[in-house]
């Protein structure tokens, strides 16, 4: 509950006198109770003066806040520290409108190696769990950390199999013969050789790549004086492949420090950051993010940036900004508690500093020119196609089946024209049998709305694969439901040939007879283009996969002795059917639940030729 609770329609000059000079969190409410912003301050009273004075704050969003807002709560704390950990738990929590919200990276991947094992594999997660395992990361890019494990992979055989497949191997697998792993599932390595190994990956993973060379240079002269050649040789190659990876960093610091440098471009209603990574004068990472900055100014964007970037991120020795935050004490013990460290905020004036941040900035600047491109792109798909909504999110449905047999649907989701490949979507159609691509679209269609309804997420334009017929049966379902959504653009995309036998592709809108044509290079029709060419791949691969799975049910279960659990058993070992017929009899006899008597059944069933 919080300490202070004032209702600002009484506010007076006595009132906000009143409010305690004192840090804490402040919170400003609507009329619903809906949270608008929440802030931090060393001095509360002072600081929600600067609201209410004829003469305070005149940016757009503070006016807006201030004639909206109708209650403010206060959470005094003792220190200024601990208003920044209370304001950053609570914007996280209760998620205000007009609060910078940066993208928590719970779901970035992070490296899992469970050294508890005997034969631990590099597993790729998403969350941390307290197993006592050791975590690697997180890594915004995944393309990058996928590249990083084969490298390792290709310099360190270790085991890549999943713990299941692990566990019931009975023979070496084919990396094994390529020489990719040292095949521990069959006895073939020592725990303690397999863990030396494993060292040296972990050593890399921390960044002690200087260390882990020297290491290795020693073990290999070791090895080259017991005249061990071979063993000499496989360190030698493991040092020019570290040596390599290393040449690819770029040497950006003449010292071997750790830092941050943020880059930042403030816009109209963007705000755009660049953070570089540096460790031991090495460029180690680079990240890019765009806000809508809501009118705070720079400083306050900064600090709520900082708060939240290094939530659960590594944190430097210091961190290189343009101008301190207010603050900056406050913040820079809040860091150093998270690090159990010294934190250093360092205005970067000339020298080195200086020019990395202004390589920072110039990052930040195109992302910023990058963002501008594709806000024109939707403003122009916005008036092409007579929208309310500017098409910020845009998703497009398709439904995919072959003569109504395993029918599914299916959405892909751009954002700002670029696809996130996380919202995707799969829909089993479930009330239909048949053919009837109008109504599983109604169906597909209200199984989001009702979704959307429920999470407050909603899309600014639906795209409908199909013509004029399939956008008036989902438009039919959204209008049910209209009262209680809110709005939401629909159009349909089609091909179709006109008299004389052209095909062209045309657009259909609501309450609209004829549709809009679309000419061949323009932007809009690229745009539409590469939307539904993505969500018909994504409706046909999910349909194949469902139809794989039908046709290997209906043939293992005409085997006598099979039945349901035991196909069931198959799929999700083998997971398609081209695999079970090609499995050989001892890889048959691998799935647990399937005897041998079972397995030899099944083997000859697909090999009626082989005795």
Known sequence: MPELKIDVKKITDRFLHDIP???GVYIMKDIQGNVMYIGKSNNLRSRVKQYFRKSGDTRVSVTFIRRNVTSIEFFLTDTEKEAIILENNLIKKLVPRYNIRLKDDKNFLKIRINIKEDFPALQLVRRVKEDGALYFGPYSSSRDIKSTLQYLQMVYPLRNCR???FKTRSRPCLYFQMGKCLGPCCGNVSREEYHAMLKEVIMFLRGQKTELLEQLKEKMNESALNQVFEQAAVFRDRIFAIERSLEKQAVVSNTLSNKDVIGLCYHEKWVSFNVLQIRKGRLDLTENFILAHNDLPEEEILASFMQQFYQQRPIPESVVVKDVPAGCKAVEEWLGDKKHGRVTIICATRGENLRMLKMAQKSARQNLISKKEREVDLELLKKRFHLKNTPHRIECYDISNFQGEAAVGS???????FPKKNLYRKYKIRTLSGQNDFAMLAEVMSRRLKRAAEEKNYPDLCIIDGGKAQLAAVYAMY?????????IDFISLAKESDSAGKTDERVYLINQKNPIFLKEG?????????????AHRFAVTYHRKLRSKSRLSSEVLGIPGIGEYKEKLLIIYFKSAKKVKSASLEELKQ?????????AKIYRYFHPDII
Do not use: Y
């Not at 959405?411 to 024209?417: E, I, L, P, R, T």
């Not at 209008?479 to 709005?487: C, F, G, S, W």
């Not at 690229?526 to 060419?533: M, Q, V, Y």
């Open 522 to 534: 323009t932007e809009e029709k690229k745009i539409l283009d590469r939307i539904r060419d993505e």
């Open 163 to 165: 713990d299941s497949v």
């Open 591 to 599: 799935v647990k639940g399937i005897g041998i008597n079972t397995a």
């Open 479 to 487: 209008e049910q439901q209209k009262e209680t959504l809110r709005h």
């Open 411 to 417: 959405s892909v989701v751009f954002v700002d024209c």
């Open 21 to 23: 000079a004192h840090p």
